[in-house]
């Protein structure tokens, strides 16, 4: 995924998550936000109780070229992602396969 579409200040997370459109299910959370930009951004948060430096970073790195794939860098709209712990006991085709259905239920607006 291209540095463009990334979400990396903090005062944009906190703009996409105080908006409050959300959807959830057993393994992440995804707030969701039309922006300006011609373009779809996509931000990470990973928490320390899905395990070390070194998990997290290789789950970040799943959820990356998972988005790759699914999402639509098209849309203007920006996404944070955040995992959850049951992430761990399920394999990379299961948890893409749900962060896909997640994905497609977001209303357009």
Known sequence: MKVKNRVKKNEDFQKIIRDNKK??????????KKNEINHARVGISTSKKLGNAIVRAKVRRQIRSMCQEIISFDKSVDYIIIIRKPYLDNDFSANKESLAKLLTNIKED
């Not at 959807?23 to 969701?32: D, G, Q």
Request: proline share 0%; aromatic share 30%.
């Open 23 to 32: 959807i959830v299910n057993k393994l992440f959370i995804v707030y969701y």
